[in-house]
């Protein structure tokens, strides 16, 4: 199976690409849901669920900020699931960074560590 095609985004498109980075980048995972989410709402094609699995990414976090370890876990689970179909490195982002970041998440979790001390961070380098 090939891999996922990568997608063209309009200008509006990557302002909000670009915005919600910088949301999450930031610590601010509800706001960089909600500008992922008007994103991802207009995509159509095999690069939905590559967005989707960063919004779910960015719910997990707001769920961390909240004190809800359950609901972080859940996210970060359909995220890895959502996120496997792609290659280590799509649309720029990588991935393989990404999902190892998710199962040592996972992992402090499970262990009932909290992940109060991480700051994600994601960086896009355009187009792989």
């Not at 199976?1 to 200008?11: G, V």
């Not at 960089?32 to 690069?47: F, I, S």
């Not at 909240?66 to 720029?92: I, V």
Request: proline letters at 5%.
């Amino acid at each position: 199976m090939s891999a996922p095609a990568e997608p063209r985004l309009s200008e509006e498109e990557g302002a909000l690409l670009s915005r919600g980075v910088g949301e999450f980048n930031r610590g601010y995972y509800f706001e960089c849901h909600d500008t992922l989410e008007e994103l991802w709402a207009g995509l159509r094609g095999p690069a939905r669920d590559f967005f989707q699995g960063l919004i779910q990414v960015s719910v997990a976090f707001y769920h961390v900020g909240n004190g809800n370890p359950a609901g972080a876990e859940s996210m970060m689970r359909r995220a890895q699931r959502r996120l496997a179909a792609y290659p280590d490195r799509y649309f720029g982002f990588d991935l393989a960074a990404q999902r190892a970041a998710l199962a040592r998440w996972l992992s402090r979790i499970e262990q009932g560590e909290g992940l109060d001390d991480e700051k994600p961070h994601w960086r896009f380098g355009g187009p792989s």
